[in-house]
């Protein structure tokens, strides 16, 4: 399970990079935001 939350954590950031060579603020906005939920969804415990 860790492997897969790995590699969503490394879509969410090329997801990001992608969103910030947009320059547009609602980009900029998305990319940060995704990348935070992918990040806790990573890093906080679930119940299983």
Known sequence: MKGI????LGI???L???ALST???????GGVAGLGLI???CFL???S
């Open 45 to 47: 415990k679930g119940d």
């Open 39 to 41: 990040a806790a969804g």
């Open 5 to 8: 939350k790995l590699e969503l």
């Open 23 to 29: 320059n547009n603020v609602f980009g900029y906005a």
């Open 16 to 18: 990001l990079g992608l």
């Open 12 to 14: 969410g950031v090329m």
